[in-house]
């Protein structure tokens, strides 16, 4: 099980370092993709089955696909982008490192702040949470289908063509 | 069902710390890194889902199922982003005829 936890560890490390190292954008959505699925297979061992297949329906299989879309409609697939210069690179990856070790430091130590409740396996199921979705973040659900809308409105205003 | 939830007990909690926090960092990383505007959403992307993955290994260590609730809600926001950002980009592709996140520039003006 723990081989298992490595092993998926390091795919999406892997994974998310060559979508940003990767020339041409197509190879980093194709990274990308191999960075949510190693991350759905976290959900699945962390015994949340409902973002398990929430997660690969939404993200692999539909964010990414637009984003793959997007980058074949606008023929973007050209190895042509303008790099920034050595030394923004460097500054780039220096202040990530550094945040990195910042992030570390600050959170070490938290196994002592959890207060476990008892052990219960069946909290990431589509039944447990289905009922606290329906109940408890009612109104928060409701807000989600109104945050859609809108969000569906302006993809459609900014696509339209202007009519000059 | 028990072999799977054995995961929990066996990988201490720090490990998905560190995993989560490296995810993020890379996608940090990749925002200052490149140029190309979609590569810089797919980086957002990258720590929404280091965020989520985090929410939800606290959850289940802790057994409390808000954290995964949160994580449905988050990727509800993901989605509505990725609908406007994307139509964004279309249509600085479309004025612009580039995507290059340097000509956005004159934003700050």
């Given at each position: 099980m723990a081989f298992l936890f490595y092993l998926l560890s390091g795919i999406?490390?892997?994974s998310a370092l060559m979508v940003v190292l990767?020339?041409?954008?197509?190879?980093s959505v194709i990274y990308l993709i191999v960075?949510?699925?190693?991350?759905?297979?976290?959900?699945?061992?962390?015994?949340?089955?409902?973002?398990a297949v929430v997660?690969?329906?939404?993200?692999?299989?539909a964010i990414m696909v637009v984003f793959l879309f997007v980058i074949m409609l606008l023929?973007?697939?050209?190895?042509?982008?303008?790099h920034k210069s050595v030394l923004t690179k460097f500054m780039a990856v220096i202040s990530g490192g550094m945040l990195f070790l910042v992030l570390i430091a600050a959170a070490k130590g938290v196994n002592e702040m959890i207060v476990a409740n008892e052990f219960d396996a069946n909290i990431g199921l589509v039944a447990n949470l289905g009922k606290v979705l329906y109940t408890d973040y009612m109104i928060p659900f409701e807000a989600s289908s109104v945050?859609?809308?809108s969000a569906m409105i302006g993809a459609v205003m900014l696509g339209k063509k202007d009519k000059k | 069902m028990e072999n799977i939830t054995s995961a929990i007990r066996i990988i201490p909690l720090e490990h998905y710390l560190f995993l989560c926090l490296a995810l993020f960092?890379?996608?940090?990383?990749?925002?200052?890194f490149r140029r190309n505007t979609i590569v810089i959403l797919m980086c957002i992307e990258m720590m929404l889902n280091s965020v989520n993955l985090l929410l939800t290994a606290f959850s289940a260590y802790r057994s409390d199922s808000s954290g995964q609730v949160f994580v449905f809600f988050i990727m509800v926001v993901a989605a509505a982003e990725?609908?406007?950002g994307l139509s964004i980009l279309v249509m600085m592709k479309r004025n612009v005829d580039s995507i290059d996140i340097n000509l956005l520039n004159k934003l700050k003006d």
């Open positions: 999406a490390l892997l990767s020339k041409s954008p197509i190879n960075c949510f699925l190693a991350i759905a297979g976290h959900y699945i061992l962390l015994n949340a089955q409902f973002l997660h690969i329906i939404v993200y692999t299989g023929n973007l697939n050209k190895t042509n982008e303008p945050l859609f809308l | 960092s890379i996608g940090v990383i990749g925002v200052l990725v609908a406007v």
